[in-house]
């Protein structure tokens, strides 16, 4: 295995919270123990919601935290037509399929179905369609321009890989929300047939994030436990795409007075804003007991 190389890749559609710099700090820790690299990387697949001032605002908090990082930064915005290389290798072994469903009929198809799988992991798990769509009926759909969802086929998945699907695992130095360290068993099967792009947005978080891994060389992906169960399907398109396997490490989240962990979404307190009340790296690293 290469040198030592993790990273923090965020997402600009807000400012740094507290959640991010104690990420950021734990993978920038770990990289200076083992006299490794840090890359920032910027994922910013979400062009209606990224902005560049909330890029130009998480340098300015990582710099001020103390933070370095090798340049150019990758921002995945530049890079599409990679991932929908990925995405198109995927197609041509039959490992995805179109889904012209919307969510309304995903949800009123599960409710019809008497053994379906059920909530998992990242929500509603969809199994993927009784019977796939005839050749005839994909092509009058995407003539008239429907949007579609490309999603992975675990059941394809699963009939490639063979043996392998059913032993797939990765290494966990830290800790998953239900303790798992070690050696984990990858099951991916527990997401069901996750979206790898879109017909407007050629990938996802998960393609993009994996094929950046690989591309970037990174040994150790350092993040927090409420990606832990990406990691299963990240582990599978590893698998698939013959992508080095890094050694995973998941640390704990910070929670909030509420008990609830720090989110944008939330509007949780951000690094700028306690950097405005006079906090100072090193009170900030106190904080969060690091």
Avoid: N
């Amino acid at each position: 295995m290469s040198a030592f190389t993790t990273r923090f890749a965020p997402s600009p559609t807000g400012l740094l919270h507290l959640g991010h710099a104690f990420s950021a700090l734990t993978a920038w820790d770990a990289a200076r123990e083992a006299g490794g690299r840090f890359i920032l990387r910027i994922e910013d697949i979400d062009t209606a919601r990224c902005r560049p001032e909330y890029e130009d605002a998480i340098s300015e908090d990582l710099a001020w935290l103390g933070l370095e990082w090798e340049r150019p930064v990758r921002r995945q915005s530049a890079h599409f037509p990679e991932y929908a290389a990925a995405l198109e290798s995927l197609a041509d072994r039959g490992l995805v399929y179109r889904c012209f469903k919307t969510r309304k009929e995903i949800a009123d198809e599960i409710a019809r179905a008497p053994h379906h799988p059920g909530e998992g992991p990242e929500g509603v798990i969809y199994p993927g369609p009784l019977e796939p769509m005839s050749p005839d009926e994909e092509a009058e759909r995407i003539e008239k321009g429907e949007a579609f969802a490309w999603r992975l086929s675990i059941a394809a998945c699963r009939e490639a890989l063979g043996e392998r699907f059913e032993t797939l695992t990765f290494t966990e130095q830290g800790e998953g929300p239900d303790g798992e360290t070690g050696t984990v068993r990858a099951r991916p099967e527990t997401l069901g047939d996750v979206i790898l792009g879109r017909k407007d947005v050629g990938t996802s978080y998960h393609l993009a994030c994996a094929h950046d891994d690989a591309l970037q060389g990174v040994t150790h992906v350092i993040r927090g436990q409420d990606l832990f169960f990406a990691t299963h399907l990240h582990r599978l398109l590893q698998e698939l795409m013959g992508w080095p396997v890094p050694v995973f490490r998941h640390h704990r989240l910070l929670l909030d007075d509420r008990g609830k962990r720090f989110a944008k979404r939330d509007r949780s307190v951000t690094i700028r804003a306690l950097r405005e009340a006079g906090e100072t790296p090193e009170s900030l690293r106190a904080r969060m007991e690091l």
